[in-house]
Each structure stands twice: as structure tokens, then as C-alpha cells.
Antibody, heavy 115, light 107 residues
Framework: EVLLQQSGAELVRPGSSVKISCKAS????????MHWVKQRPEQGLVWIGR????????VYAEKFKSKATLTADKSSNTAYMQLSSLTSEDTATYFC????????WGPGTMVTVSS | DIQMTQSPSVLSASVGDRVTLNCKAS??????LNWYQQKLGEAPKLLIY???NLQTGIPSRFSGSGSGTDYTLTISSLQPEDVATYFC?????????FGAGTKLELK
């Protein structure tokens, strides 16, 4: 069974950074790209970017190039996303999802930016 | 960026109704169009990929069609468990983009 397990909710201060994780199981981690998606409360979905876990190659949406950093650890089958210089606009739920079809999703990690 | 426009934004229908949701891309996306269902508090679920391919485990009352810039998701007989928000998504070119969603309610 394919599972994507995400790290827990985060409450962080404006201007700080946060790193959230997505641990994959039930399939060969390096066979599928991992994508990240943002969803603000009561709003739609925004694609952030993707990483190829096999070689670490990344592609980002332009608006996230200076905001998000995607990495992957093949030894632990875990993908990570670091968000930097956090503002209230970054308060959202962040999902990891597998492959260009987004066929399996993690449950989401809620990040709240507040002083 | 390719803009995805969904209509209507809210749709009210009765159990058993045939329901059609629309998605229009700002340019040709070559059938690289997926549909997702999202229920409150849950992650989205893949229903249809590449316009008309039913994801494993999804009921056959869901179907997709379209080409070029215009795509449709059809529910042949609405069930109570279909109440959700539905998003279309293009993966033809970067940045991948979603529609704003259609909220499906029971009348």
C-alpha cells in the first residue's frame, strides 16, 4: 500500500524558516517524482514544485523559487520542503503528492505563521 | 502560465441527477488534464487522469472528456458521498496549474 506520511503541524514566527517532511512507503521511492502543493484556508490548490528523488533534480513554480527548497533522502525514503522568510501569506496546508498524476497524497501539514 | 477556469463555481443538484462540471484552459493542454475530488479536511483524491482515464478504485459513474482547451467531468448519477469540491489540473507545461474548483452541493 502506497503511503505518504507527513510531519505534524507547525506554528512558526514571521521571518523564520520551517522544514516539513514526507516519508514514502509501499513503492520504490526513486521511481516517482514527488510534488508539493499549497492550499490556503478556504482557497484552491497551488503547485509549488517537484523533485526527482533519484538524482535530486528540482523544478519550481516561479513564485516559489526563493521561498521553497525541495530535497530528498533516498536512504530514508523521505522528501523535504523548507520554506524560508515566512510571512502570513505562507499560512497554509502543504501536501506532498506522488508523480505527475498526483495519484497519492499525504494528509497535509498545516503551517501557521504568527507572532 | 496556463490559466484554468472552472464553471460553475457552485453547483446544487439532487441525488440521481446527471452532473457536468466544466474546465477551460487558456491554451491547448493536449489532454493532460486531471480531475480531483476534495472533501472537507481531506487531501484531494485523483478521479480522472489524462482527460478520460478512470483512476483505480473510482466508481464508474465518474467520467471525463474533452480536448484542446475544453474539458468536462460528468457524474452520471449523483450520490450523497459525491458532495465535495472538484478541481481540474493541467500537467501539460510548467508551472502546473489548478482550477479554482467547483463546489458540489446537494439540493
Amino acid at each position: 500500500e502506497v503511503l505518504l506520511q507527513q510531519s505534524g503541524a507547525e506554528l512558526v514566527r514571521p521571518g523564520s524558516s520551517v522544514k516539513i517532511s514526507c516519508k514514502a512507503s509501499g513503492y520504490t521511492f526513486t521511481d516517482y517524482y514527488m510534488h508539493w502543493v499549497k492550499q490556503r484556508p478556504e482557497q484552491g490548490l497551488v503547485w509549488i514544485g517537484r523533485i526527482n528523488p533519484a538524482n535530486g533534480n528540482t523544478v519550481y513554480a516561479e513564485k516559489f523559487k526563493s521561498k521553497a527548497t525541495l530535497t530528498a533522502d533516498k536512504s530514508s525514503n523521505t522528501a523535504y520542503m523548507q520554506l524560508s522568510s515566512l510571512t502570513s501569506e505562507d499560512t497554509a496546508t502543504y501536501f506532498c503528492t506522488r508523480s505527475r498524476y498526483f495519484d497519492f497524497w499525504g494528509p497535509g501539514t498545516m503551517v501557521t505563521v504568527s507572532s | 502560465d496556463i490559466q484554468m477556469t472552472q464553471s460553475p463555481s457552485v453547483l446544487s443538484a439532487s441525488v440521481g441527477d446527471r452532473v457536468t462540471l466544466n474546465c477551460k484552459a487558456s491554451q491547448n493542454i493536449n489532454k493532460y488534464l486531471n480531475w480531483y475530488q476534495q472533501k472537507l479536511g481531506e487531501a484531494p483524491k485523483l478521479l480522472i487522469y489524462n482527460t478520460n482515464n478512470l483512476q483505480t478504485g473510482i466508481p464508474s459513474r465518474f467520467s471525463g472528456s474533452g480536448s484542446g482547451t475544453d474539458y468536462t467531468l460528468t457524474i452520471s448519477s449523483l450520490q450523497p458521498e459525491d458532495v465535495a469540491t472538484y478541481f481540474c489540473f493541467q500537467h501539460n507545461s510548467w508551472p502546473y496549474t489548478f482550477g479554482a474548483g467547483t463546489k458540489l452541493e446537494l439540493k
